[in-house]
């Protein structure tokens, strides 16, 4: 007998329930201060406090016939409770409950009171003698918490009375006023009761209101007989709004009938279920088997559907879902005359579906943004896991054809895409893509003689020539993406630089993007004798600027044109050191230009100028000739 006190700290406790894990994350601390009786453990105060979790707690504990008399509250973060229950929470939720379990190992729970933001709840439960009793009473008094589009609150309470193995429930939900999409919803009212006796279970659902004037009213029953479930007389009708239908349930509540769709008016029915949309669908559901695999098929035709920025028009479904619970196969017929997201238009779609085995192939086409594509192959889902086989594809934008060049796979796994060897045919050269796209990117594509033609058809007038190959790296996350290039281009040609006299050149440029900054380096060089090379950095936030170098030779030849119009000639080679700064929109450019040993010739007089040297330096928006010297064919000098 006598005072008890102590402390016990953890800096990890592995569990591997994902329920209780994120509750008991990080450092956790238990302290308890107490006396110990001859028969009878006190607790003046205790705790658990860790990162996510903080409870404490009093009573006593009967060391000889088990009973438990303790008060119990917990205040715990939000974040670290099951993702579903987290809309309706604030950023913490606390629990409280004064728990009892006698000698006999009988339980009860009073002064239950759950509080977190908008959400309360209270009442008791107990289990004496396999007995079980619930009774639990809340609120939820801001159900905008479920939906942005929603206003209003709602009540709820829970029974539950019987054999601790099959009681009897009862659930009710109701409000008398929500506003949700511009329509007002009153007198809601839904009532549960049955059964929950997994032998024979039983439920009988009834729902009533009013929804923007019009009269609501639900229904389904659950039966069981001669060991055979069915939910009979499923009925959900608003308005000129009906769904209805009768299913059998089997051993494992797999359904097996028909649910009839007639909904003339989907937005009464939306707004019952907080959200907001407008249309129509007709059609049917059947769910069926073939030995024991289920399967529904789907037949459902709407003239117009939107919720939000998307919205379908002409849309017809004419599918059959095999093994819909564990591995799905379709087969059948998609057609719609549009699909809008945002300002992307989806026009023209048709897609064909047929059963490879537990593979689904597909095979169709639209035209995405005027963009006519159409694509083939199979997918299968298992596992967890989708994998897509593209066999062929094809996409034409601007008169510039690309098609995959190979089959490729696509995996879709936990949330991250995979790409193996997704090659692309771009007029005539490939772009080949590998890697993931998850929460962070880590993709390699190769470009091999992709032709510079391409861009020709976004800018006129360019009239590009030429092809580039390298290799392109990007990492990081999506929407801070980091880039390492490494780029060849052959035969570069633009009518800019026609114009300015140069043939086709040859480029090479490796550098990095990341966090709105470009480096880089860049060699190019011809068959005239260019030779610059140089590179430096380009800022990309707001106004680009640039921190830029550039030295090398430059051969006259490039005048060549330009000045024959004039009857003029000019051979030899310049040294160009030149340094650009600040913004693009108005660059600061110096350095120097230099040249000895060129000679320029004027066929119209037959004079010459031999060995000419220059030296011009540039800055501030002038050139300053320094020198410039020269032997006269005629005898004389510059």
Do not use: C, H
């Not at 007995?131 to 209003?152: M, R, Y």
């Not at 949330?415 to 890697?435: C, H, I, K, M, P």
């Amino acid at each position: 007998t006598g005072p008890i006190s102590g402390t016990v700290t953890a800096d990890k406790i592995g569990l591997d329930n994902p329920t209780i894990a994120p509750l008991l994350a990080g450092r956790i601390t238990a302290q308890v201060v107490g006396s110990l009786a001859t028969d009878t453990i006190l607790i003046d105060s205790g705790s658990v406090t860790g990162d996510a979790l903080n409870t404490g707690f009093n009573g006593r504990i009967s060391l000889a016939g088990g009973a438990i008399d303790l008060n119990l509250r917990a205040d715990a973060a939000s974040a670290a409770l099951p993702a579903a229950a987290r809309g309706v929470l604030a950023e913490r939720t606390e629990l409280s409950a004064a728990l009892k379990r006698d000698a006999n190992g009988n339980v009860t729970a009073n002064a239950i009171r759950l509080v977190s933001g908008a959400l309360t709840a209270d009442g008791q439960a107990s289990l004496a003698d396999n007995q079980l009793a619930v009774d639990i009473k809340g609120a939820l008094t801001d159900i905008s918490l479920l939906s942005g589009d929603a206003k209003g609150a709602i009540a709820f309470a829970l029974n539950a009375q019987g054999a601790g193995t099959a009681p009897d429930l009862s659930l009710t939900v109701n409000s008398d006023r929500l506003s949700v999409a511009e329509r007002e919803i009153t007198g809601l009212r839904l009532t549960a009761t049955g059964k929950a006796d997994a032998a024979n279970p039983a439920a009988n659902v009834q729902l009533t209101g009013n929804v923007a004037g019009q009269p609501l009213q639900g229904r389904a029953v659950l039966a069981t007989s001669d060991g055979k479930r069915a939910i009979n007389g499923l009925l959900l009708s608003l308005g000129k709004n009906r769904i209805s239908g009768d299913l059998g349930l089997d051993d494992a509540f797999v359904p097996d009938g028909t649910v009839a769709l007639d909904l003339p008016d989907i937005g009464p029915l939306a707004a019952l279920a907080l959200e907001k949309a407008e249309g129509d669908v007709r059609g049917t559901i059947d769910f069926s088997k073939t030995g024991n695999v289920p399967e529904v098929t789907i037949k459902a035709s709407t003239a117009s559907i939107s919720r939000g920025d998307v919205s379908a028009k002409t849309v017809t479904i004419d599918a059959s879902i095999a093994n819909y619970l564990a591995a799905p196969v379709i087969s059948g017929k998609i057609r719609a005359d549009s699909v809008t997201s945002g300002g992307t238009v989806i026009r023209g779609i048709d897609v064909d579906l047929k059963r490879d085995g537990d593979w689904t192939g597909f095979s169709g086409g639209a035209n995405v943004k005027d963009i006519p594509a159409k694509a083939a192959g199979r997918v299968r889902i298992a596992n967890g896991t989708t994998t897509v086989e593209l066999t062929s594809g094809q996409a034409t934008m601007r008169g510039i054809k690309a098609a995959i060049a190979q089959a490729s796979t696509i995996t879709i796994a936990n949330g991250t895409t995979s790409l193996d060897r997704l090659a692309l045919n771009l007029g005539g050269g490939t772009a080949t893509v590998s890697g993931k796209v998850g929460e962070a990117l880590n993709l390699n594509a190769t470009l091999a003689r992709v032709p510079m033609s391409l861009a020709n058809s976004f800018s006129p007038g360019l009239d590009a020539a030429g092809s580039i190959s390298g290799t392109v790296k990007v990492t990081g996350a999506p929407a801070n993406p980091a880039v390492a290039f490494k780029i060849d281009a052959a035969g570069v040609q633009t009518s800019q630089t026609r114009g300015a006299g140069f043939g086709g050149m040859s480029v090479s440029s490796s550098g990095t993007y990341s966090g709105n900054r470009l480096a880089f380096d860049a060699n190019m060089s011809d068959a005239a004798g260019l030779g610059l090379k140089g590179g430096g950095t380009v800022a990309t936030s707001g106004t680009p600027t640039l921190d830029l170098d550039f030295s090398g030779k430059v051969p006259f030849a490039f005048l060549t044109r330009t000045l024959a119009a004039q009857g003029l000639s000019l051979s030899g080679t310049a040294d160009v050191d030149l340094k650009v700064r600040g913004p693009a929109t108005s660059p600061v450019i110096t350095g120097t230009v230099r040249t000895s040993g060129a000679r320029l010739i004027d066929a119209r007089s037959g004079l010459a100028i031999n060995d000419i040297t220059a030296d011009v330096a540039i800055g501030g928006g002038v050139a300053r000739i320094n020198r410039l010297t020269g032997n006269l064919s005629t005898r004389g000098s510059l």
